[in-house]
């Protein structure tokens, strides 16, 4: 079965410095792998998504995310964090192949503040 | 085009009773897929439907089921709740079964008393 960890409950950042939310992932094949982000008593909304391609992924509001195949790691980063950018972020992994169990898991989620 | 849009938003019950919750995917979508939030278990995959068909479930007891319509839009039923049910309901629509792509609803928030 596959599984996501999101190793830090909370990240806290000064407004203006680079942030970076860390995920790794584990997947029988080969995953397709997200970013989603809660506002408070909202739904999720995209931000990205890794399918195939480059390591690289760009998304929406300035997020990019990298894959590491070696690392099974997917992080979320930003050059510059805004106080808007305080959020709930989700980390979730789908299997591209049809191994194991094709259902979307999610990490268990990072509070990241962006301290003014 | 409009998004994903859930009905109701809030809800209160009592333990014991159930509890019916709707969900319109975004026009021309044809898959459904459900989702529980709690602080204690995080996001937890429920049931997806895709022509009016369960396709996939989660580990959930069959207190909980659904269905889905022929327009698509689904409901999700829970039978003699228990305060543990208490939780955010997602509901996310995409074009096709098993598609990678995802669109999130804002949610019904359950508690049960």
């Known amino acids: 079965a596959q599984s996501v960890a999101q190793p830090e409950d909370q990240v806290n950042v000064a407004e203006g410095n680079p942030l970076t939310v860390k995920c790794t992932y584990s997947v029988s094949g080969n995953p397709y792998l997200f970013w989603y982000v809660q506002y408070p008593n909202r739904g999720l909304q995209f931000l990205l998504k890794y399918i195939t391609g480059d390591n690289l992924v760009k998304g929406s509001y300035g997020f990019e995310a990298e894959f590491n195949k070696s690392q099974t790691s997917f992080h979320l980063k930003k050059p510059s964090a805004l106080v808007s950018d305080s959020a709930l972020y989700f980390c979730?992994?789908?299997?591209?192949?049809?191994?194991?169990?094709?259902?979307?898991?999610f990490g268990k989620g990072t509070k990241l503040s962006v301290i003014p | 085009k409009a998004g994903v849009t859930q009905t109701p938003r809030y809800l209160i019950k009592t333990r014991g009773q159930q509890v019916t919750l709707s969900c319109s995917p975004i026009?021309?979508?044809?898959?459904v897929s459900w989702y529980q939030q709690t602080p204690g278990q995080g996001l937890q995959f429920l049931f997806e439907y895709f022509s009016e068909t369960q396709r996939n479930k989660g580990n959930f007891p069959g207190r909980f089921s659904g269905r889905q319509f022929s327009n698509s839009r689904s409901e999700m039923n829970v039978s003699t709740l228990e305060l543990g049910d208490s939780a955010l309901y997602l509901c996310?629509?995409?074009?096709?079964?098993?598609?990678?792509?995802?669109?999130f609803g804002p949610g019904t928030r359950l508690t049960v008393t």
């Open positions: 996310a629509s995409s074009l096709a079964l098993r598609s990678p792509e995802q669109y």
């Open positions: 026009s021309g979508h044809r898959s």
């Open positions: 979730a992994v789908l299997p591209y192949s049809g191994a194991g169990s094709y259902q979307l898991t």
